[in-house]
């Protein structure tokens, strides 16, 4: 099971991420997953505002 966390970026752009994790799991947890993903990447530094994250499971 996956959720999507999508992360805005100090570039102004959203960066979405694909978090494995179980169906029950914090929305806090998935957050910090993805932003420790995005820090160890050369990309621009994502916003570590947890109320700016959008995050969802997809329906597949």
Known sequence: MFWL?????LDGR????RV?????ALPGDLFW???HCHDE???PRA?????SAEI????I
């Open 14 to 17: 959203q960066y979405v991420y």
């Open 5 to 9: 966390v999508a992360l805005l970026a």
């Open 20 to 24: 494995y994790a179980p169906r029950d």
């Open 41 to 43: 990447h050369a990309l």
């Open 47 to 51: 916003s570590d505002r947890f109320d």
């Open 56 to 59: 969802w499971r997809p329906h």
């Open 33 to 35: 997953a993805a932003f």
